[in-house]
């Protein structure tokens, strides 16, 4: 069974950086999509970014410019790296991975905490 697990949440000062990493555990065929969403208190879940296998990453529009996400060759980790903090970042962050299409359901890791105060 596949398993996600995050970490480098914490708390920081506006306009200063984190960086999350998100693992990836058990064995799957292949991946089609990694990427982060993040959700806070009273709001909807929403991405972050996106880094698919075969095209270009996206990232939502309140954070260009900001957050780069990134991975490494084997799949095995994937990045967000948060500069430039600021209050509004403040959330629970979510790893999630797309494995090949028809081979599986998205998984989703458990969430790490970003505190950005001002």
């Known amino acids: 069974q596949v398993q996600l697990v995050e970490s480098g949440g914490g708390l920081v000062q506006a306009g200063g950086s984190l960086r999350l990493s998100c693992a990836v555990s058990?064995?799957?065929?292949?991946?089609?999509?990694m990427g982060w969403y993040r959700q806070a208190p009273g709001k909807q879940r929403e991405l972050v970014a996106t880094?698919?296998?075969?095209?270009?990453?996206i990232y939502a529009d309140s954070v260009k410019g900001r957050f780069t996400i990134s991975r490494d060759s084997a799949w095995n980790t994937v990045y967000l790296q948060m500069n430039s903090l600021k209050p509004e970042d403040t959330a629970n962050y979510y790893c999630?991975?797309?494995?090949?299409?028809?081979?599986?359901?998205?998984?989703w890791g458990q969430g790490t905490l970003v505190t950005v105060s001002s």
């Open positions: 880094i698919p296998r075969y095209e270009s990453t």
């Open positions: 999630y991975l797309d494995p090949a299409y028809g081979t599986g359901g998205r998984v």
């Open positions: 058990g064995k799957i065929f292949s991946i089609n999509r």
